[in-house]
């Protein structure tokens, strides 16, 4: 979130579903392949020690003329197929394993870090083009929110058919706790929001909760417990939120101050302009209450 800064993420920047599909292969690929090459590492004596030599002259084919070859180990005396490796091809071995497995982290990574992105996709969306000042009450989360859930549908079908249960854990571990923070750090983007609209807010957590609930099985991660008590806030007079802070503070002064906006009916869109349009004349006394209640805290 840092990185973004003022910007989003675009829908060019998710990966394809069949290329999900295709990382959680390759992830699945990698760790079969490194598990049967681990299983065939075998250490031997070195080819070239004195022990060694006699043996060596004897079995060799190589005559003074012919070119210089590495000197494969003996393989071992078993019927198990081994991959015969003297103490430094074994380092080299090993460096490769650890290039597959840093491989795999990365593919665990991405995918991991997609889902997150569609997150901030879509929430981005709901909140930035949702209508949330409506006169009545439709009944259905906003179209982006429905979007956001049939996206992560098709990345837990791809975790579940490629990924061991740890690994599709890590992918969606915490998802829901970032939710909660969008919903509440991204207010400042909703341009107007009235009652209904506050309801549609809630009915939005609803739908997160109910398939985070599915995706992940942790209530814990997807209770967004926190944001409703943001948006309750609605229902406060702006004076009782104000009183409210002075108790406890909960929130930061820009969430604080979006939700001031909904109370008073500022054009959050509109930059300065929209305060001078406020439906509750007091608004620029409770900005400067709001702000001295800010800096009293920073203080303490």
């Known amino acids: 979130l840092n990185f973004l800064t003022t910007e989003t993420v675009n829908r060019d920047d998710l990966v394809p579903s069949k290329n999900l599909h295709a990382l959680g292969n390759l992830f699945h690929s990698l760790i079969w392949f490194m598990r049967q090459l681990m299983s065939l590492r075998t250490i031997v004596e070195d080819p070239l020690s004195p022990t060694l030599d006699s043996v060596l002259e004897q079995e060799s084919a190589f005559t003074a003329t012919t070119p210089h070859f590495p000197l494969l180990p003996p393989a071992p005396r078993s019927d198990e197929l081994k991959i015969p490796l003297t103490r430094p091809m074994a380092l080299r071995f090993d460096a490769l ?87 509440i750090s ?3 983007h909703i341009r107007f929001a009235n009652a209904v609209g506050i309801k549609k807010i809630m009915r939005n957590m609803l739908a997160m909760q109910q398939n985070m609930k599915t995706i992940t099985n942790v209530s814990q991660d997807a209770d967004f ?41 500022v054009d959050q869109a509109a930059g300065e302009k929209g305060t001078l349009n406020a439906t509750d004349r007091n608004y620029h006394t409770y900005v400067t209450e709001l702000h001295a209640l800010a800096i009293e805290e920073s203080t303490e």
């Not at 497995?101 to 083009?129: G, K």
């Not at 791809?158 to 915490?174: D, M, Q, S």
């Not at 406890?248 to 604080?256: A, D, G, S, V, W």
């Open 225 to 265: 417990e926190r944001a409703k008590v943001y948006y309750g806030l609605f229902a406060l007079t702006p004076r009782e939120m104000l009183a409210t802070i002075k108790r406890r503070p909960q929130f930061t002064l820009e969430e604080y101050k979006a939700m001031l906006n909904f109370q008073c009916g």
């Open 186 to 188: 991204n207010a400042r």
């Open 97 to 183: 394993m650890r290039t597959y497995e840093q491989l795999a982290e990365y593919i665990l990574a991405t995918l991991r870090i997609d889902t997150r992105c569609r997150t901030i996709h879509f929430l981005d969306l709901a909140m930035r083009r949702g209508n949330y000042r409506v006169e009545r009450d439709a009944g259905d989360p906003d179209p982006h929110i429905m979007d956001l859930n049939l996206d992560l549908g098709v990345c837990d079908d791809c975790a579940n058919e490629t990924l061991p249960p740890k690994e599709r854990k890590f992918v969606f571990e915490g998802l829901g706790t970032l939710m909660e923070h969008l919903l």
